[in-house]
C-alpha cells in the first residue's frame, strides 16, 4: 500500500481547509464522551481526509487542479502482481458532486433494480442496512446554517482492489472488463473483504433476508438479478446485468456497444445526471470526458486501489449579496 | 534423557527443587497413577465437571442456534463484520502457544523443570485449539460450505485462494493441531503402558492397553520413543512462531488502520506464550492444590513461569508503544486518528483496562516476594488472560468501528450469543481438562522418574 505520510492530510498540496472557516465544533476527547457528538467528529474527519473536496469559483480559477490527487498516490505505488489488461471494453463511472441534491432516488432505484432487501428498523440501527449505494452526507461552516455535502458511495470497483486478495475462496474477483466481482454461489462468508475495504460498501446477508416464500412478492424482484440468500455478501455490481443485456444486443447486430446504451439503475434515476457510466476505453465517451476534467479524484486513492468510480469536486459559487 | 537426569542431580545455584525431597521411582509412579486409578473421584472434581459441562451444554446450544439463524444473532455488522469470534479465536489459539513452547523447546534446550508441568501444558493446548478450531468454523456466513477453504479435488475445479491470509490460517492451525496431538500422544504412551500394568479394572486394562500400543519399555521401544520425541520436537518448535504468525497476517495483511502494521507477528508470538503462560499458571495452581501435588509442581516451576510472562509481557508491552510511536512518527493521519480513537474514543475503557491488565499489574511480577506468593501469582494470571482477551477485542473492534470513511463508521456490542458462545467454549475446554484429570496422568510418569535424585550413572529408568 502506498501511505503518504506528510502532516494531517493524506496530501502533500496546500489543504483546501486551510482557505475555509474552521469548523465551528469542539471535538470533546473524554473517556466516554466521544460518541456524544459523532456526527460533528464525522464530517470534521470527511473534510480532514479530504474525502469531500470542495472549492469556491475563485479558488478554482486561481487553481483549476485544486481537487487533483497528487502524482505520487499511483506512480509510486508497488504491487507484487501484474497489472490487468482490458483490451475491450473498460466499464467506469464519474459521479458530479456539483450535480447531486442528495434526494436519495439512485438508493431507491438501485434497491430495487438489484433486489436487495429491506431488513427493518432493528436491523439498520445494528448497521446493517443493505444499500448498495448510500449518500454520504457531510456538514461544514456554523452550526445553526451548516452546507452540507453529499457525496454518492458505492462500490467503487478498484483497479487494486483490497477484498479481492483477501477471500479465502476466490468468490470476488476481478471481470476482463475491470468489474470487482462477487460470486454469491462461492461466497462461504467470512466477511474478510467487508472488514478490508476501505470504502465500506459491502453487505452481507447476516440473516435470511430476502422473502423466499410469500409468492406474492415473487413478481416484485427483478428476474434477471439473483436473489442472495443468508450468509453471503453482495455490492454494487454496476448493474451487470445491463451490461450484458447490452453486450448482448450489440453482439446480436455485430456492433460495438455504444456510448450512453448502458445505463446503471441509479444512473439512470439521477434526475440531475450526476452519475455518468461509460466505457472508459474509449476516448470519446461521455464518462472519459469527465474524467478527464481537472475537478475529477478518487475516494482514498492514497491506498493505492485506482477506483474506477471518480468523484468530480464541488464547485462553489455563494451570491455575497444574500445574506443569512 | 540421560542428560536430563544428569542434570538433575543436586544443583549449587538452583532456588529451589523441581521435585520436592525423599521421592523414590516408586512413589512418583504411585502418586500419580492413583490420582487416575485408585483415588475415588472426588465431589470437588463431579461439582467442577457437571459445571464445565452445563456450560459445552450452552455451547451446543448457541451453536444450534447460529446454524438456525445465521451470523445475525450475534452483534457483528458492517463496519464491524468480526467481532466475538475472532476474538476468541485469537485467544484460544494464543493460549496453546505455552504449550508448544514447553514441550518443544524447552525439551530441545534440556530445562529439566519443565517435565512436570509439560504434559497438562500440552493437554492445554490441544484443548485451547480444539475451542480456537470452533471459530473460524461458525463464524462464517454458511458454515456447512467451510470446507471450501480447503484445496481438494472439486468436480466444479474451484480452488482456495492462496494469497489469503485465511488459508494460510487453515494451514498453520491444522498443522499445529495435528502436531500437537501427535506430541501429546507419543509422549503418553509410556505412561499408558504404566496404567495398563497397573489398572485393576478390566475395561481400563483393555482401554489403556490399546492405547499403549504394545509398549513393553524395552530399550529399542526406548530409543525409538527418544527419536521420534526429538523429531517432533524439531517439527513443533517452529510451529510455536509460525502459528500465531500466521494469524497475525489475519489483521497484518488488510489495509485497516490498526491492523496494517509489520510489529504483529513477533508482537502477537510473544502475546501468545504470555497468555499461554498465564493460563498455565491458572490451571497449574488450582490442580496441585487439589490433588497435592507441590512437590511435583514446585515453586521453582511457579517462578519460572512468572518470569517467562514478565519477559514476554515486557515484549507485548514493547508492541503497544511502538504502534503509539508508529503512528505518530510516520505522521500518517489514518493511524493518528486510530491511535487517538483507541486511547480516547468511545473504546477507551477497554484500551486501559487493556493497559492496566498486560502492562501495569504484571510489573509486580519483579517482586521477588509476589513471585514466590502463590495467591498473588494466580491473580496476576488471570489478568493477563483477560487482558490479553481485552488487546484482541481492542485490535479487532476499535481498528474496524471507525477506519477511513467516517460516514460509515459504527459500533459493535456483542449479543448474549456472543457471550454464551465465549462462555460454551471456556466450558468446552473445562470439560476437556477434567476428564483428561480423571483419565490420564496429568504428570509425566516416567520423566519425573527421570528427575528423581539417585546414585549418578545407574540405570535411569526402573
Known amino acids: 500500500m502506498n501511505f503518504t505520510a506528510n502532516g494531517t492530510t493524506p496530501s502533500g498540496r496546500e489543504t483546501k481547509s486551510q482557505s475555509h472557516k474552521v469548523v465551528q465544533v469542539i471535538l470533546r476527547w473524554s473517556l466516554s464522551g466521544d460518541n456524544q457528538k459523532p456526527q460533528e467528529e464525522e464530517s470534521v474527519q470527511a473534510f480532514r481526509r479530504e474525502l469531500v473536496r470542495v472549492g469556491t469559483v475563485e479558488e478554482y480559477r486561481k487553481n483549476p487542479e485544486f481537487a487533483a490527487d497528487p502524482e505520487e498516490y499511483t506512480s509510486k505505488a508497488l504491487s507484487l502482481y501484474p497489472a490487468h489488461k482490458y483490451d475491450g471494453y473498460a466499464w467506469g463511472m464519474s459521479i458530479d458532486m456539483n450535480s447531486c441534491t442528495g434526494c436519495n432516488a439512485c438508493v431507491v432505484a438501485c434497491k430495487s433494480e438489484n433486489n436487495a432487501p429491506v431488513v427493518g428498523r432493528e436491523e439498520v440501527a445494528a448497521g446493517r442496512e443493505m444499500d448498495w449505494i448510500r449518500i454520504d452526507t457531510y456538514f461544514r461552516g456554523d452550526l445553526d446554517s451548516p452546507e452540507a455535502y453529499h457525496q454518492p458511495v458505492m462500490c467503487v470497483h478498484c483497479e487494486n482492489a483490497p477484498c479481492e486478495g483477501v477471500c479465502p475462496v476466490g468468490a470476488t474477483v476481478h471481470s476482463p472488463e475491470g468489474l470487482n466481482e462477487m460470486i454469491y454461489n462461492r461466497c462461504v462468508g467470512t466477511r474478510y473483504c467487508s472488514n478490508n475495504c476501505p470504502y465500506k460498501v459491502r453487505r452481507f446477508n447476516f440473516r435470511l433476508y430476502s422473502d423466499w416464500t410469500t409468492p406474492s412478492l415473487f413478481g416484485l424482484r427483478n428476474p434477471n438479478v439473483t436473489v442472495r440468500s443468508r450468509g453471503v455478501m453482495e455490492k454494487c455490481t454496476y448493474c451487470i446485468q445491463r451490461i450484458n443485456a447490452a453486450k448482448i444486443q450489440a453482439e446480436k447486430e455485430d456492433r460495438e456497444v455504444r456510448d450512453g446504451e448502458i445505463q446503471t439503475a441509479c444512473q439512470q434515476a439521477c434526475p440531475a445526471q450526476a452519475i455518468v457510466f461509460g466505457n472508459i476505453n474509449d476516448p470519446a465517451s461521455r464518462v472519459s470526458k469527465l474524467k478527464a476534467q481537472n475537478r475529477t479524484y478518487g475516494l482514498l486513492r492514497e491506498l493505492n486501489t485506482r477506483p474506477r468510480t471518480t468523484h468530480l469536486a464541488r464547485l462553489r459559487n455563494p451570491n455575497p449579496e444574500i445574506k443569512e | 534423557m540421560d542428560e536430563i537426569s544428569q542434570n538433575s542431580t543436586p544443583r549449587t545455584d538452583a532456588p529451589s527443587p523441581v521435585i520436592g525431597p525423599g521421592h523414590s521411582y516408586g512413589s512418583v509412579t504411585d502418586k500419580i497413577s492413583a490420582i487416575v486409578l485408585t483415588q475415588p473421584t472426588s465431589k470437588g472434581w463431579w461439582f467442577g465437571f457437571l459445571v464445565s459441562f452445563s456450560l459445552l451444554m450452552v455451547l451446543m446450544a448457541s451453536i444450534t442456534y447460529l446454524l438456525l439463524k445465521g451470523t445475525g444473532i450475534w452483534g457483528v455488522n458492517i463496519p464491524v463484520g468480526w467481532g466475538f469470534a475472532i476474538i476468541n479465536f485469537v485467544w484460544w489459539i494464543g493460549i496453546g502457544h505455552a504449550g508448544t513452547l514447553i514441550s518443544a523447546i524447552l525439551l530441545l534446550l534440556r530445562q529439566t523443570w519443565r517435565t512436570s508441568i509439560n504434559r497438562f501444558a500440552e493437554a492445554m493446548t490441544i484443548f485451547a485449539v480444539s475451542c480456537a478450531g470452533i471459530f473460524p468454523l461458525i463464524h462464517v456466513g454458511r458454515p456447512w460450505l467451510a470446507y471450501w477453504l480447503l484445496p481438494y479435488p472439486d468436480t466444479m475445479g474451484a480452488w482456495p485462494q492462496f494469497r489469503s491470509p485465511l488459508v494460510w490460517d487453515v494451514f498453520a492451525v491444522s498443522t499445529y493441531a495435528t502436531v500437537s496431538l501427535l506430541f501429546w500422544f507419543v509422549g503418553l504412551i509410556p505412561d499408558l503402558a504404566t496404567l495398563r500394568d497397573r489398572a485393576r479394572h478390566r475395561a481400563a486394562k483393555i482401554i489403556y492397553g490399546i492405547l499403549a500400543m504394545g509398549w513393553r519399555g524395552s530399550a529399542v521401544h526406548w530409543h525409538r520413543y527418544e527419536l521420534a520425541s526429538l523429531l517432533l520436537a524439531g517439527l513443533a518448535t517452529p510451529l510455536v512462531v509460525s502459528v500465531h504468525t500466521v494469524v497475525s497476517f489475519d489483521f497484518a495483511v488488510g489495509v485497516i488502520p490498526g491492523w496494517h502494521t509489520t510489529i504483529f507477528p513477533p508482537y502477537f508470538v510473544a502475546g501468545a506464550i504470555y497468555s499461554g503462560f498465564a493460563m498455565v499458571m491458572t490451571l497449574a495452581i488450582p490442580i496441585r492444590a487439589f490433588y497435592k501435588l ?8 511457579l517462578e519460572n513461569m512468572a518470569k517467562i510472562m514478565l519477559a514476554t509481557g515486557l515484549i507485548v508491552a514493547y508492541g503497544y508503544t511502538m504502534e503509539v510511536f508508529m503512528a505518530f512518527y510516520t505522521g500518517h493521519a489514518y493511524d493518528k486518528y486510530m491511535i487517538l480513537n483507541r486511547f480516547t474514543g ?99 510418569i516416567f520423566e519425573m522418574r527421570g528427575l528423581v535424585p539417585t546414585r549418578p550413572k545407574t540405570g535411569e529408568r526402573a
Open chain 2, 346 to 444: 468511545p473504546y477507551a475503557p477497554v484500551c486501559w483496562a487493556l493497559i492496566l491488565c498486560n502492562v501495569i499489574i504484571p510489573q509486580s511480577l519483579w517482586i521477588r516476594r509476589v513471585r514466590a506468593s502463590v495467591p498473588a501469582l494466580f491473580v496476576i494470571s488471570l489478568i493477563v488472560n483477560i487482558g490479553m482477551w481485552l488487546e484482541r477485542f481492542v485490535i479487532v473492534v476499535t481498528s474496524l468501528h471507525r477506519d477511513f470513511i467516517p460516514s460509515s463508521w459504527g459500533m459493535y456490542s456483542p449479543t448474549r450469543w456472543d457471550i454464551a458462545t465465549y462462555l460454551g467454549t471456556i466450558g468446552l475446554f473445562l470439560t476437556m481438562f477434567y476428564l483428561f484429570i480423571r483419565f490420564l496422568p496429568m504428570i509425566s
Open chain 2, 294 to 301: 507441590e512437590d511435583f509442581i514446585t515453586m521453582r516451576h
